[in-house]
């Protein structure tokens, strides 16, 4: 099911971003121990610059060329964990705009023999058997979609919200464990919100997170003022996820960005 997944999100990707007209070729291969499965389509292409950080979560490539197709789609963060989560590697090409784009899945063969490693069970984290309830709060669709299907496989239940004053509603009826919210919403920022969730009874001891952009000392301070927990400048990865969620199933604290370094004058 997850790599049926892995594989329609490709699919639909590829087709989002090419015109009506175009070609997507779907091709396999046997190299040694592995199965490569390579998506290609004649589409727009990545610029070289965008492909360092496609894995990141929250990355835009330059969406100037595309304006019917805003977002950030399911997500290439999402396709590499899946993918990893078989014990597999997820490769992306491409020679810049105009020219298409590649993405190879590269799966170890059912006929290959497991290493020691891969033949030892994966253990899950001790925080997704806690089944934390979960608020991700974040006006760019895509991306609050991405986490939380991210979130509900680590093992939690997990609702979204798209503006301030419905992330203070949802945070009322639902009563998450820990609220993800973005600063820059609609309708009340996340200074607002967080600030009317701690001012609630229900909401003094709910894990209030700053995902946001801005990860400078004075945002820190800001969010820290506000009632915030924790702030994590994006994009943040699994493993930081992970890592906050298994800190929280402990009852330890969590860390969140080291302090940001002096900006030089300009």
């Not at 290609?40 to 835009?60: C, H, K, N, T, W």
């Not at 009826?173 to 973005?182: N, Q």
């Not at 700053?210 to 915030?228: N, P």
């Amino acid at each position: 099911m997850r790599l049926a997944q892995v594989f329609s999100n490709l699919l639909n990707n590829a087709a989002k971003y090419m015109d009506r007209g175009g070609r997507i070729d779907v091709a396999t291969s046997r190299c040694g121990d592995e199965i490569c499965v390579t998506v290609s389509d004649a589409g727009r292409g990545i610029p070289a610059e965008a492909l360092a950080r496609v894995f990141d979560m929250f990355s835009r490539v330059d969406h100037s060329l595309e304006p019917s197709h805003g977002g950030l789609g399911i997500g290439l963060t999402l396709v590499k964990r899946l993918v990893e989560m078989h014990g597999g590697r997820v490769e992306v090409s491409s020679e810049g705009l105009g020219t298409g784009t590649q993405v190879s899945v590269h799966l170890r063969a059912a006929s290959a023999s497991p290493s020691a490693e891969a033949a030892t069970p994966r253990r899950c984290p001790r925080a997704a058997r806690r089944d934390f309830r979960i608020l991700v709060a974040d006006d760019n669709r895509d991306a609050a979609d991405s986490l939380a299907i991210m979130l509900r496989m680590m093992g939690n239940h997990v609702r979204t919200a798209h503006d301030g004053e419905q992330a203070v509603a949802e945070a009322a009826a639902f009563r998450p464990d820990v609220l993800l919210l973005d600063i820059g919403m609609p309708r009340m920022n996340g200074y607002d919100v967080a600030r009317e969730i701690r001012a609630q009874g229900w909401g003094a001891r709910m894990l209030l997170v700053a995902l946001t952009g801005w990860g400078q000392d004075e945002d820190k301070r800001r969010a820290s003022e506000a009632g915030f927990d924790r702030h994590f400048t994006k994009p943040v990865s699994p493993a930081d996820l992970e890592k906050l969620l298994e800190e929280l199933a402990d009852g330890t604290r969590a860390q969140s960005d080291p302090p940001a370094q002096p900006s030089r004058p300009s």
